[in-house]
């Protein structure tokens, strides 16, 4: 026992919901769920969007989020049953024994505070060290987790730093007070490969250095098995499964287990682009206002009816720069953007409206994507009537078949953004999107939230939509497997320019360019063991050089 930092025996949690029209009535989210972390150790747990992960990392802490209620159950941290203990106990634990890193860090920061201001709050606050070695500190670890500039970055506010740097921000914030437990919800979601390595390295680090342990929640099982000592599988609130990270990755029991191991078996063969380009960008150099550095440096690319051109690269190289160009949200300096055949006004306000209807976007963070005050229904629906005038019993039929396409339901229709997980909300973005019926869709990370099996399902469906209405993707993500799956062409963007770029057969055949190179070797794979090894190889090149 006194190496057991976490006990949790029989916990359940439910919530209220209130139906239209209905009686409110009661549903559990976990359901006597049974687990130990010992000091040191890692946990994965891992599971479809909604299975609970977050739920159970949340209540480690004492804590139920938006109307979520701890009905059952002892959680013991430190040796006290933090549920019967008092409030004021309770609050010295969170922020102090244990931290947080959420999934979406961009909803967690406070907008109108300098990140280091953030970052040092609450070792602070909690008394561990004085605010002069918290900042020492908050730069070391800036420095570890491999952020830009460790000096200076934490003098920005978070809309200056990328949304990747701003996740490590988060992670060097919740290492900052030296807890005894870090809850890390989904914290490489928005790295890219590279990058992602460093943080995890980095996290195995920290672990090793300080005896802290860690419940990693994630929805990819190659991610997990790196930090991992054991994974819990969760579906619908329930246990699956429950074992060292080998047994789970290389022999597992159950079905659910072995569907989330063999998960992305898409194969797209990519083809080859016919005809005039649907889209296509001309020497785009764009900047940020007052920044006075061009984030795009001549960049161009094309993109063909019903085809998905991926374009990847790691945080901060511009990916999502280049989208907020072509939707018009972002001015270029220089440079044309075509749609259509016809050329699009640089400025969103200045193009007609099936300019508007014709390109939508999916935003990377759909906690900042969504207003937090309307329901499912009235989200999806908008676009329905912005462009369709669609109103009534019509409107409310198309948003059910829209939610049916996602695989949600019309259960969900009267539901808020706060009542849905992560994945979930991702997902009534996807429907949004697709309710104006476009020709292209950009896609910005929009797999990067959900669990492996839901976005393999919804790869499946973009694919399907695709060859149906003949919609064109462009597609930007840091997940290479994705872009093998689905991509008819590729660029790949290193610091504002194209690195390289053609199609998905050209680009992935050797002889690569150091980038590209570096990029497909970080692909983490469904092996233990993986990332050290990959790191091994880095210092023998580094040693070599």
Known sequence: MNDTLVRVRGLTIGATVYPPGEAPREIGIVHDVDLDLERGKVLGLIGESGAGKSTIGLAT?????????????????????ILTTDHRDVRRLRGGEVTYVSQSAAASFNPAQRILDQVIEAAVSQGKCSKQDAELRAVELFLKLGLPDPERIGKRFPHQV?????????????????????????????????????????????????????LYITHDLAVVAQVSDDIMVLRMGKTIEFGPTDQIINRPQEDYTKALVSVRQIQHPGAEPEGEPLLRADDITARYRGTGVDVLDEVSIELHRGQTLAVVGESGSGKSTLARVVTGLLPPRKGTVTFDGRVLAPDLRA????????????????????????????????????????????????????????????????????????????????????????????????????????ADGILKLLLALQKLEGVAFLFITHDLATVKAIADSIAVMYEGRVQRYGTKSSVLTPPFDDYTDLLLSSVPEMKTGWLEDVLANRRMESAGH
């Open 162 to 214: 990328s949304g990747g740097q701003l996740q490590r921000c988060m992670t060097a914030m919740a290492l900052c007070p030296e807890p005894d437990l870090v809850v890390f919800d989904e914290p490489t979601t928005a790295l890219d490969v590279t990058t992602q390595i460093d943080v995890l390295a980095a996290i195995k680090e920290a672990i090793s250095d300080t005896g802290v342990a860690a």
């Open 351 to 454: 193009r007609p409206i099936e300019d508007l209807r014709e390109l939508q976007m999916i935003y990377q963070m759909p906690d900042v994507a969504m207003n937090p005050r309307q329901t499912v229904g009235t989200i999806i629906g908008r676009p329905l009537g912005f462009y369709f005038g669609l109103k009534g019993a019509a409107r409310r039929q198309r948003v059910v078949e829209l939610l049916d396409e996602i695989e949600m339901g019309e259960d969900y229709i009267d539901r808020y953004p706060a009542e849905l997980s992560g994945g979930q909300k991702q997902r009534v973005c996807i429907a949004r999107a697709l309710a104006a019926r476009p020709k292209l869709i950009i896609c910005d990370e929009v797999t990067s939230a959900l669990d492996p099996l839901v």
């Open 61 to 81: 802490m004492g804590f139920g989020r938006g109307g979520v209620t701890i009905t059952g159950g002892e959680v013991w941290v430190n040796g006290r049953n």
